[in-house]
């Protein structure tokens, strides 16, 4: 049980360094926005912190995506479908 949902969560923390990418935003840029270190941001992305719900539904906020694609396992079909008509 404990695999998948660290699965899950390496899924997630990748759509979001992956949708900070293509957002061309840096991590300082989403960890100042968070009102967070920039090494605290990166421990996030790298799934060394867990994330609280609020601070999820902020991330979405400032990556401009519904919390739902952003919680989804595949970030592909968000960037291709969701942000490159918006983008």
Known sequence: MRSLSDAKTRAVVSNIRKIREYRN?????LAAKLEISQNAYSKIELGYSSITLNRLVEIAEILEIDLVDLIS?????????KLSVTG
């Open 25 to 29: 935003y840096t991590q300082d840029y």
């Open 73 to 81: 396992s595949d970030s592909a079909h968000i960037i291709q479908s």
